[in-house]
């Protein structure tokens, strides 16, 4: 069964270092999504990516965001300049039309110290 | 706005018991989709059980059912038979039919299990 898949699984940064999380969605979807969750609280939506451009976008994804998908495969978020509150797990998820149904990846654990 | 509300932070039951997770949401679209992720001490986000709006029969996912209230706009999610398997935050989740909308879920509640 085709999967969504991120890495690294965990990264540590410090404050102020631009990291890049990476995300394969499942190669015939058109939607991708990144969510934010921070320790145990709800899942945040941040943006969303349709035909190489951002569809949509929270209050959360600000200037410090960015996502591109550089070739036909990834999908990337990057945060330019990592605060404390930035450390959360994020969640790259992609669309099936037809099924209606997120498919979520296992999660970046991202760190800020 | 579209919002989701899980009032119970945190639930237990005994293995082989039934357990009922509650979940209200508010939205002013008339089509739309209802989830129930489990995510478990890993953090995968596992989807559990899915409603569609227009579908006036509750779905079943083997031990998974939901009482799905279109008019209370309530969804709440049955599990039967409980497993310590079954231990894990669940996450009720709306999604309101727009193409490329995001997911909206709610705080979650934090299911134990014991034996």
């Known amino acids: 069964e085709p999967e969504v898949t991120q890495t690294p699984s965990h990264q540590v940064t410090q404050m102020g270092q631009e990291v890049i999380l990476r995300c394969v969605p499942i190669s015939n979807h058109l939607y991708f999504y990144w969510y934010r969750q921070i320790l145990g609280q709800k899942v945040e939506f941040l943006v969303s990516?349709?035909?190489?451009?951002?569809?949509?976008k929270s209050e959360i994804f600000d200037d410090q965001f960015s996502v591109e998908r550089p070739d036909g495969s990834n999908f990337t978020l990057k945060i330019r300049s990592t605060k404390l509150e930035d450390s959360a797990m994020y969640f790259c998820?992609?669309?099936?039309?037809?099924?209606?149904?997120?498919?979520f990846g296992p999660g970046t654990r991202l760190t800020v110290t | 706005a579209q919002t989701v509300t899980q009032s119970q932070p945190e639930m237990s039951v005994q293995e082989a018991e039934t357990v009922t997770l509650s979940c209200t949401y508010d939205?002013?679209?008339?089509?739309?989709?209802l989830f129930w992720y489990k995510q478990p001490p890993s953090r995968q986000m596992i989807l559990v059980i899915r409603?569609?709006?227009?579908?006036?029969q509750n779905a079943t996912e083997n031990r998974f059912s939901v009482n799905f209230q279109k008019a209370a706009k309530s969804f709440s999610l049955k599990i039967s038979d409980s497993q310590l398997g079954d231990t894990a935050m669940y996450f009720c989740a709306l999604y309101p039919n727009q193409a490329g909308t995001a997911l909206i879920f709610g705080k979650g509640t934090t299911l134990s299990v014991s034996s």
């Open positions: 939205t002013s679209e008339n089509n739309y989709y």
């Open positions: 409603q569609e709006a227009y579908k006036q």
């Open positions: 990516f349709y035909n190489n451009e951002i569809s949509e």
């Open positions: 998820a992609s669309w099936e039309e037809l099924m209606v149904e997120q498919y």
